[in-house]
């Protein structure tokens, strides 16, 4: 059994207090007897107080509002997945990102919008009140960067499915300041990028067994490489974090120093990066935690419990089988990528064939014979007690070294081409040279179906994005079902962004413009 974090033990009393911005959960009452008031005391209440963040990283679905794992849906939105599901009505949120025919109601974007939210106020909330806790510097230093990292992951997440949001430093105090309006997304980058800076100057290198799932230094570098990389793609700009300019020769300068001094490697074996074995490994340079413990049944609030259900949703609909069971086949595997990935030793890694499946198989739709083979439901990611489908223990690795050291190639390193062969080297492949061509296409074989697909191809510019995204007449021998609900053509218009939540700008009462293309 796995706990989500594992440093020291916590009770998740701050459900009341520690909730979205909206007025709607502004004006509930305490649900139990922590008081915001009277809890930032002692060093368990910060670190209760801190897990609460940590713990929006790993929700995957909003009550009352919708399932929207991360790697599913930005999968689903790739080249990489279909929508799939039981039926056409099962997954109908899931197909409108699928064809990108995505109304302001989708309830998908709307548990996106809400769930970044519910982090970005976790993180302002003990950031405002640490400074009353009874503790060292050094303690209030360390929760300080941990906040500042995980308040930049949920607005980076948020600002690029969404481009235009509020940007929040602070938590809403009253009805006066609950009207906010769109902040420019060059506003929202400069401040992800100031909180990573600040985070990389405070944060450990080194994070012990115990506190396994903590956010070090090298995290926090990758994770500034990363949005540099995005940011630069799009608006063509450097990061303006304060009084520091993050370029590319900045961002390339962390990746270098994590390469060279982090101590992470690649695994001698591919496969070891989503095996229970693996978890937190050499290879894992940020990884959110999932697993059965405490045991859950609720079906009315998911978030409670620490199942993965991106393993859940994208597994196949097996019964009777020692191997796999139970999955919803969501995220159907393209024939696109089973095409890319032929010849390459990651293939049968990355999706897993139909015909290699034991049991009884129910077709769901958009069936195409494949299922993701890295965030599934195979058995040696099976709960062991409560409600089978919510304790998925695999965990999601959100940046792997493979990923750190193509992104330092991308930016150009002197080492690229080192940085290159290592990748390609650990699947038995031969060297290629390290074009730009070669490293984005390396990024496709060795990182799909782990919801980064979409993002590159959104930073290389709409055409790139147009010629891959878009889909129509390519299907392979086991596609169920006629071609029309296989095609889907990219719309440009949107340029890649979700719409705003048309619940977001009624509330706004006219504050929020709908984003381009909608």
């Not at 305490?30 to 670190?47: I, N």
């Not at 713990?55 to 009550?63: E, F, R, T």
Request: glycine share 8%; hydrophobic share 40%.
């Amino acid at each position: 059994m796995k706990r989500k974090i594992l440093f020291p033990a916590i009770f998740l009393l701050l459900a009341a207090i520690l909730n979205s911005c909206s007025k709607d959960f502004l004006d509930r009452q305490p649900l139990d007897q922590v008081a915001s008031s009277t809890f930032y005391k002692t060093e368990e209440d910060a670190m209760q107080a801190l897990v609460a963040v940590y713990d929006v990283l790993g929700y995957q679905s909003m009550p009352d509002i919708s399932w929207a794992p991360f790697v599913v849906m930005s999968d689903i939105l790739s080249d990489d997945s279909y929508a799939g599901g039981a039926d056409a009505n099962d997954g109908k949120d899931e197909n409108e990102l699928n064809t990108y025919n995505i109304p302001p109601g989708n309830l998908i974007v709307h548990a996106i919008w809400k769930k970044n939210y519910y982090g970005i106020y976790r993180a302002n909330l003990l950031l405002e009140k640490i400074g009353d806790v009874d503790a060292s510097q050094e303690f209030k230093d360390r929760i300080i960067a941990e906040c500042k990292f995980l308040r930049a992951y949920f607005y980076f997440e948020q600002v690029r499915f969404f481009e235009n949001i509020p940007l929040l430093t602070e938590t809403i105090k009253g009805p006066s300041e609950y009207a906010q309006e769109q902040n420019a997304p060059e506003a929202v980058y400069n401040q992800i990028a100031t909180d990573l800076l600040s985070a990389i100057n405070t944060l450990p290198e080194d994070i012990p067994p115990a506190e396994a799932g903590r956010i070090s230094k090298w995290a926090a570098e990758a994770l500034l490489a990363r949005v540099y990389l995005f940011y630069n793609g799009v608006y063509n700009k450097d990061l303006d974090a304060s009084d520091v300019v993050v370029n590319k020769a900045k961002a390339l300068e962390f990746l270098e120093d994590l390469i060279l001094n982090s101590g992470h490697d690649l695994f001698a074996d591919y496969r070891m990066n989503f095996k229970l074995a693996g978890e937190f490994g050499v290879e894992s340079v940020f990884e959110i935690s999932y697993g059965d413990t405490p045991e859950w049944w609720d079906w009315e609030y998911v978030i409670g419990g620490e199942g993965n259900l991106s393993a859940q949703m994208q597994g196949p609909r097996v019964t009777g089988s020692d191997n796999w069971d139970r999955g919803w086949s969501f995220g159907t595997v393209s024939q696109k990528l089973v095409d890319d990935l032929q010849g390459d030793p990651r293939l049968y890694h990355t999706v897993l064939f139909q015909d290699s499946l034991d049991g009884d198989l129910t077709l769901g739709y958009q069936h195409t014979g494949y299922y993701s083979k890295k965030y599934s439901s195979d058995a040696e990611h099976w709960g062991v007690g409560g409600q089978f489908e919510l304790n998925r223990t695999c965990n999601h690795r959100v940046i792997r070294f493979s990923d750190v050291l193509l992104m330092a190639a991308e930016l150009g390193s002197p080492n690229a081409q080192q940085y290159l062969d290592r990748v390609r080297e650990r699947v038995g492949l031969e060297s290629v040279p390290a074009t730009m061509e070669n490293i984005l296409r390396e990024r496709r074989l060795e990182l799909s179906l782990e919801g980064i697909r979409y993002f590159d191809l959104i930073r290389q510019g709409m055409t790139v994005a147009s010629e891959e995204l878009t889909v129509v007449g390519l299907r392979g021998p086991d596609y169920v079902g006629a071609q029309v609900i296989f095609d889907h053509t990219f719309n440009t218009a949107t340029r890649g962004f979700l719409p705003i939540p048309q619940s977001e700008i009624d509330l706004s009462g006219g504050l929020f413009q709908q984003n381009e293309g909608y």
